[in-house]
């Protein structure tokens, strides 16, 4: 065995570890500490590190598995949604973004062709680096998330036609039109060979290995899944990241999703860590300390220009401002794929050893500050949009409803409470920043429309003033908060519920101006101990009163006391055990057929009718003589155990 390479393996990793702690603990982002620890550990810096080339081939392997893993938590059918941003707006980031540094390489006296390379190596961005932050932050479902991870497969496909053109840009030239062609072959082959494996061969294969019921023959039949198909795409030309998000895409949508992105996560978190140490170790110190103000001035010039051409590319495709300066700043770094191409033109003589150090140093710089950037971007959305603050007065609206329901954001949340509030009968409009989803679904009769919600404009033409509630279901944290402070200074009687993800959140939405915060990992926790507890067998009526007193605890210090409700919410200490309900009586339930008095629902339930809805006419404070129907929606108050205990009596025998 090799006990050079290996002690180089335990080196970086202790160097990694130690670096991540103290980037912890000073609040820093740990991509930062591990580009540092490569630096000073690579050729450029101490030399700490002998086999730098043993260690790039395992980096590699990071970046294989996390596009795997984000393949599996897109789905096929998302990426098919994507295909106008992947296509268009990725062609145009690239395009926009060698035709401005075509532009300054020319006017600094640079030749054309060795411009347009030097276009080729600054349109390609980061992919481990942007989905990583984004992960970390929870914003890859987010509207910017979406995009700039729609660009960063259009990237992955142009780097096939970048390698073909160099060479043609160089001394060598060679057929162009040929190898395009025989790439564009071998591109198609792949595809189809890909859907063939989707469809026939991966869930029989995958089902005979879930039968096996051995978790390490699944971990493995998962990895070597995920590389066999990254070397498939390799051996025809184009990247392992690329076929490895090809096979995570194969598993997305099956039963067996979930299991394999668990199981790979600790090897990718690993060996990612170890891409970005290899990144570190292209640098050469000694040029950075010896022309730092033209490393800083590259640097810069590189991050201002990537940021105008990406954000370009965002607004291009319907998005507000505001998302393009988050996908556009998020972009704004060179990528991992312009290590090897530069490889390649400095191979062709494009450019000049002086010149290859000068872009390493910069490109490096450029991923560094990456997680800075992106922390940065909604400070400065903000500066250059405008925090949105509420108005005083009413305008007028804009809208003829009334008393309806506003739900901002249409992924599957939004689309659950739609479709929930269809069939209640309830008026709702919906407010999405998808263009694409907009036009699909108000083809599909949806009453939704284009807008950012966090604006006071759109919020007016959907009838903020006239609404009852409004939900949010956005993945956009900074972007709730705001959507949040503006609908609560427009409308202070406006009931406002929250999705979010992390509890820790549910705080600061609240000091905003949320009414209910749901956070998604609790609701999550209620989930998993109710199918424990049926598991057990506990009885039905036991599952919904822990379920109701876990909600009724946690939910109490989630909710916002001093704003205006709804009536329905009793707030005083004296009723704080107490619940309105709605019930439906069913055919064949107890009370059909029978008058409140007959029934004894107050004498021996301890419920008192309030209120019968028949045929849409209320009936208020109803005698003991009123006739129960099948249909009637009957109001109870009680506490809340008799609440759950007694929803027996309008259920069907």
């Given at each position: 065995?090799?006990?050079?390479?290996?002690?180089?393996?335990?080196?970086?990793?202790?160097?990694?570890?130690?670096?991540?702690?103290?980037?912890?603990?000073?609040?820093?982002?740990?991509?930062?500490?591990?580009?540092?620890?490569?630096?000073?550990?690579?050729?450029?810096?101490?030399?700490?590190?002998?086999?730098?080339?043993?260690?790039?081939?395992?980096?590699?392997?990071?970046?294989?598995?996390?596009?795997?893993?984000?393949?599996?938590?897109?789905?096929?059918?998302?990426?098919?949604?994507?295909?106008?941003?992947?296509?268009?707006?990725?062609?145009?980031?690239?395009?926009?973004?060698?035709?401005?540094?075509?532009?300054?390489?020319?006017?600094?006296?640079?030749?054309?062709?060795?411009?347009?390379?030097?276009?080729?190596?600054?349109?390609?961005?980061?992919?481990?680096?942007?989905?990583?932050?984004?992960?970390?932050?929870?914003?890859?479902?987010?509207?910017?998330?979406?995009?700039?991870?729609?660009?960063?497969?259009?990237?992955?496909?142009?780097?096939?036609?970048?390698?073909?053109?160099?060479?043609?840009?160089?001394?060598?030239?060679?057929?162009?039109?040929?190898?395009?062609?025989?790439?564009?072959?071998?591109?198609?082959?792949?595809?189809?060979?890909?859907?063939?494996?989707?469809?026939?061969?991966?869930?029989?294969?995958?089902?005979?290995?879930?039968?096996?019921?051995?978790?390490?023959?699944?971990?493995?039949?998962?990895?070597?899944?995920?590389?066999?198909?990254?070397?498939?795409?390799?051996?025809?030309?184009?990247?392992?990241?690329?076929?490895?998000?090809?096979?995570?895409?194969?598993?997305?949508?099956?039963?067996?999703?979930?299991?394999?992105?668990?199981?790979?996560?600790?090897?990718?978190?690993?060996?990612?860590?170890?891409?970005?140490?290899?990144?570190?170790?292209?640098?050469?110190?000694?040029?950075?300390?010896?022309?730092?103000?033209?490393?800083?001035?590259?640097?810069?010039?590189?991050?201002?220009?990537?940021?105008?051409?990406?954000?370009?590319?965002?607004?291009?495709?319907?998005?507000?401002?505001?998302?393009?300066?988050?996908?556009?700043?998020?972009?704004?770094?060179?990528?991992?794929?312009?290590f090897v191409l530069v490889k390649v033109g400095l191979k062709e003589e494009l450019i000049t050893g002086f010149g290859y150090q000068l872009f390493l140093a910069s490109s490096v710089i450029t991923m560094a500050v990456t997680p800075w950037l992106i922390q940065l971007a909604p400070v400065v959305a903000n500066r250059i949009c405008g925090t949105p603050k509420g108005k005083g007065g009413k305008p007028q609206d804009h809208t003829e409803l009334t008393d309806h329901l506003i739900i901002a954001g249409f992924g599957p949340g939004g689309r659950q409470i739609a479709h929930a509030a269809k069939r209640a009968g309830i008026p709702y409009l919906i407010l999405e920043m998808n263009i694409d989803t907009v036009k699909r679904e108000r083809k599909a009769g949806e009453p939704i429309r284009y807008g950012d919600a966090s604006y006071p404009a759109v919020l007016e033409h959907a009838g903020i003033h006239s609404a009852r509630v409004m939900v949010i279901v956005v993945s956009d944290p900074t972007a709730v908060r705001r959507m949040v402070g503006t609908a609560r200074g427009m409308n202070q009687n406006l009931r406002i519920i929250v999705r979010t993800r992390f509890?820790?959140?549910?705080?600061?939405?609240?000091?905003?101006?949320?009414?209910?915060?749901?956070?998604?990992?609790?609701?999550?926790?209620?989930?998993?101990?109710?199918?424990?507890?049926?598991?057990?067998?506990?009885?039905?009526?036991?599952?919904?009163?822990?379920?109701?007193?876990?909600?009724?605890?946690?939910?109490?210090?989630?909710?916002?006391?001093?704003?205006?409700?709804?009536?329905?919410?009793?707030?005083?200490?004296?009723?704080?055990?107490?619940?309105?309900?709605?019930?439906?009586?069913?055919?064949?339930?107890?009370?059909?057929?029978?008058?409140?008095?007959?029934?004894?629902?107050?004498?021996?339930?301890?419920?008192?009718?309030?209120?019968?809805?028949?045929?849409?006419?209320?009936?208020?404070?109803?005698?003991?003589?009123?006739?129960?129907?099948?249909?009637?929606?009957?109001?109870?108050?009680?506490?809340?155990?008799?609440?759950?205990?007694?929803?027996?009596?309008?259920?069907?025998?």
């Amino acid at each position: 065995m090799d006990m050079s390479f290996l002690s180089d393996l335990v080196l970086i990793l202790a160097m990694s570890g130690g670096v991540m702690f103290l980037c912890l603990k000073m609040g820093l982002p740990p991509i930062v500490g591990f580009l540092v620890a490569g630096v000073v550990c690579g050729p450029g810096g101490f030399k700490l590190v002998g086999s730098v080339h043993q260690v790039e081939m395992m980096a590699e392997i990071g970046v294989i598995l996390l596009l795997f893993s984000i393949g599996v938590e897109l789905s096929a059918s998302e990426l098919m949604r994507l295909k106008r941003p992947v296509f268009m707006g990725g062609s145009i980031q690239i395009g926009a973004t060698i035709g401005l540094f075509v532009l300054l390489s020319v006017a600094v006296g640079f030749g054309f062709k060795k411009a347009v390379f030097l276009g080729f190596l600054a349109a390609l961005s980061s992919t481990a680096i942007v989905l990583k932050q984004l992960q970390t932050r929870a914003e890859l479902e987010s509207p910017h998330g979406r995009v700039a991870l729609a660009i960063l497969i259009f990237q992955d496909l142009a780097i096939v036609p970048m390698m073909l053109l160099t060479p043609f840009l160089g001394s060598t030239g060679g057929d162009l039109v040929s190898s395009l062609g025989m790439m564009l072959l071998k591109g198609g082959a792949v595809i189809a060979l890909v859907l063939l494996l989707t469809r026939y061969v991966v869930p029989r294969l995958f089902l005979a290995v879930a039968r096996a019921r051995s978790r390490e023959l699944f971990l493995m039949a998962s990895i070597v899944f995920c590389l066999s198909v990254a070397m498939l795409t390799a051996g025809v030309g184009l990247s392992l990241s690329l076929g490895a998000f090809l096979a995570g895409l194969m598993l997305s949508e099956s039963e067996y999703a979930q299991n394999a992105l668990e199981g790979v996560l600790p090897f990718k978190d690993v060996f990612t860590s170890l891409f970005f140490v290899s990144v570190g170790m292209l640098v050469d110190v000694s040029f950075l300390l010896q022309y730092p103000l033209m490393v800083l001035g590259a640097a810069v010039a590189v991050i201002l220009l990537k940021s105008l051409a990406a954000g370009g590319a965002v607004m291009s495709l319907g998005y507000p401002l505001r998302t393009a300066i988050l996908g556009g700043l998020g972009l704004a770094q060179v990528g991992e794929f312009s290590f090897v191409l530069v490889k390649v033109g400095l191979k062709e003589e494009l450019i000049t050893g002086f010149g290859y150090q000068l872009f390493l140093a910069s490109s490096v710089i450029t991923m560094a500050v990456t997680p800075w950037l992106i922390q940065l971007a909604p400070v400065v959305a903000n500066r250059i949009c405008g925090t949105p603050k509420g108005k005083g007065g009413k305008p007028q609206d804009h809208t003829e409803l009334t008393d309806h329901l506003i739900i901002a954001g249409f992924g599957p949340g939004g689309r659950q409470i739609a479709h929930a509030a269809k069939r209640a009968g309830i008026p709702y409009l919906i407010l999405e920043m998808n263009i694409d989803t907009v036009k699909r679904e108000r083809k599909a009769g949806e009453p939704i429309r284009y807008g950012d919600a966090s604006y006071p404009a759109v919020l007016e033409h959907a009838g903020i003033h006239s609404a009852r509630v409004m939900v949010i279901v956005v993945s956009d944290p900074t972007a709730v908060r705001r959507m949040v402070g503006t609908a609560r200074g427009m409308n202070q009687n406006l009931r406002i519920i929250v999705r979010t993800r992390f509890i820790g959140e549910t705080e600061e939405l609240l000091h905003v101006g949320a009414c209910e915060v749901v956070p998604e990992e609790f609701e999550t926790s209620i989930e998993i101990f109710t199918r424990v507890l049926v598991e057990y067998l506990v009885p039905n009526q036991m599952i919904e009163r822990f379920i109701l007193e876990a909600r009724g605890k946690n939910y109490r210090m989630l909710r916002t006391p001093d704003l205006p409700t709804d009536g329905q919410k009793l707030m005083t200490p004296h009723l704080s055990g107490m619940d309105l309900a709605v019930f439906g009586v069913e055919e064949g339930a107890p009370v059909q057929g029978k008058s409140l008095m007959e029934s004894n629902i107050r004498k021996e339930h301890a419920l008192t009718v309030v209120a019968v809805d028949r045929d849409g006419k209320m009936h208020m404070n109803p005698d003991g003589e009123f006739t129960l129907g099948v249909g009637d929606l009957v109001y109870v108050f009680g506490s809340q155990e008799d609440v759950v205990d007694k929803s027996w009596l309008f259920k069907a025998e």
